[in-house]
């Protein structure tokens, strides 16, 4: 099953990719993961990546489309993946498609988790995320069951992300919401796309998700 999570910043895609990745057991690729992680060591691509993800905007396609391009040559891939937030614009659609047709692949199915812009500046500035293994909170619509402890791990040390910021969120919005649209269309075309209401409580989301995805 080669899966693509789509949605705008803030619409639930790690926290749906956490629960699809326990039951479907396919590798969960998120290109914004993978770029804090170079960012937290350091690396030439992480200092690159971090100018742009600071601001609000893309990392440039060449970079992003490489970085995929590797992780889609890794073997653990060969069964199935789950892309999270990439493709986020027509170019990279295109780039993709060519990557996985070089290796006899193609996209099963695009989850395109829709919420109203307006719900998502409250859900991106009350956020929180566990520093030991990376589980995603919410202040109000999704605390740890414990206060102060991560459900998954047990560890007490949590982190808020550089671009929930409200200043930059605004910006990485804005950036999204105009290569959004594109998006869609695409996929439409294409006769993958599922549309699934991201307003819903969390589990009432991965109800929809599970749905589609047992359907396929
Ligand atoms: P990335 O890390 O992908 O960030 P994003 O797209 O902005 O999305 P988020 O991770 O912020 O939101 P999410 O949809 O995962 O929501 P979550 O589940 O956490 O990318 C970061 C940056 O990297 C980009 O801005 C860009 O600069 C760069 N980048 C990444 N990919 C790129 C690409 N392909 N090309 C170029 N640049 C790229 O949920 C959010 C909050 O809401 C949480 O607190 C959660 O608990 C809560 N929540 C979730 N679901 C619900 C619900 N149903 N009801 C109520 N609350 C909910
Ligand atoms: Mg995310």
């Not at 796309?193 to 991965?206: A, F, S």
């Amino acid at each position: 099953m080669n899966l693509i999570l789509m949605g705008l910043p803030g619409a639930g895609k790690g926290t749906q990719a956490q629960k699809i990745v326990e039951e479907f057991q396919i590798p969960h690729i998120s290109t914004g993961d993978i770029f804090r992680d170079a960012m937290k060591n350091e690396t030439p691509m992480g200092l690159q990546a971090k100018a742009f993800i600071d601001k609000g905007e893309l990392v440039p396609d060449e970079v992003t489309n490489g970085i995929v391009q590797e992780r889609l040559a890794q073997a653990d891939t060969d069964d199935g993946f789950m892309l999270d937030g990439y493709p986020r614009n027509l170019v990279q659609a295109k780039a993709l498609d060519q990557m996985l047709s070089e290796s006899n692949r193609h996209v099963d199915a695009v989850l395109n988790i829709d919420v109203d812009p307006a719900v998502l500046t409250q859900r991106l500035t009350g956020r929180f995320i566990c520093r030991n293994c990376g589980a995603t909170y919410h202040r109000l619509y999704n605390p740890p069951k414990v206060e102060g402890t991560c459900d998954v791990c047990g560890h007490h040390d949590f982190y808020q992300r550089e671009d929930d910021k409200p200043e930059t969120v605004k910006n990485r919005l804005d950036v999204n919401i105009k290569m959004n649209t594109p998006l869609v269309d695409y996929y439409t075309k294409a006769g993958v796309l599922h549309t699934v209401d991201g307003e819903q409580e969390i589990g009432q989301v991965y109800q929809a998700v599970q749905k589609i995805l047992t359907n396929l």
